[in-house]
Structure formats: C-alpha cells, structure tokens
C-alpha cells in the first residue's frame, strides 16, 4: 500500500508561481510512475504531467507546456509540480497518483491516489 499525500496549493494571482509537492511512502517509490492531475467542477479528472522511474522522461498535457514541470527526488520519495505562469484557467483541485510499473495520461495507468490540493488562480 502507498499512501501519497499533497501539499504546497493555494490562492495565488495570473501570472504567480506555486510549487506542488506529493510525498510518497514506503520503500519502493523507485518502482513507480508519477503523475499529476487536475479536475475542476464543471471537468473530469484530466492530465497534467508524468515522469518516469529516474525521472528521464516527462511528458505535458499541451494546456501546461512550457508553464509547467514535473520533477522527483527518488531520495526523499517526492514528487514536484512546478507551476509558473498561471492562468485563472488553471483552478483546480491537483492531485498526484502513482503508478506501478507504469504510468502515462490515462487514469487507469495509475494504483494509488493523493487527496488532492487545492490550486486557486485570481484574475
């Protein structure tokens, strides 16, 4: 069981920068693929970003490229969001998942989920 657990959002304006963080337990968080989603009132649940196992790869839904990265720190079992720039459109509640074995854009790529945090963009 992994247990991941979000934090870093909050109430920012256009143009500001948060940085996401998801901690991960347990001994094998180099076995997982990460990533970020989004899901806002009126949406589902949609991609942000992943990262594979060394963090070599990354991929970025086309909405956050450019604005967005994805990192990890295997050592501390975390995850990072890095958002810059950001839009009103951005509002969200995040959230992190982890993948075993696997990851990519698709929910079902995932196995374990966060709580979610709260990122909310001012005009």
């Known amino acids: 069981q992994v247990q991941l657990v979000e934090s870093g959002g909050g109430l920012v304006q256009a143009g500001d920068s948060l940085r996401l963080s998801c901690a991960a337990s347990?001994?094998?968080?180099?076995?997982?693929?990460m990533g970020w989603f989004r899901q806002s009132p009126r949406k589902g649940r949609g991609f942000v970003a992943d990262?594979?196992?060394?963090?070599?790869?990354?991929r970025y839904a086309d909405s956050v490229k450019g604005r967005f990265t994805i990192s990890r720190d295997n050592a501390k079992n975390t995850v990072y969001l890095q958002m810059n720039s950001l839009k009103p459109e951005d509002t969200a509640v995040y959230y992190c998942?982890?993948?075993?074995?696997?990851?990519?854009?698709?929910?079902?790529?995932?196995?374990?989920w966060g709580q979610g945090a709260q990122v909310t963009v001012s005009s």
């Open positions: 998942a982890a993948g075993v074995g696997s990851y990519g854009s698709t929910l079902h790529a995932y196995d374990y």
């Open positions: 990262i594979g196992w060394s963090g070599g790869r990354t």
């Open positions: 347990g001994r094998t968080f180099t076995s997982y693929g």
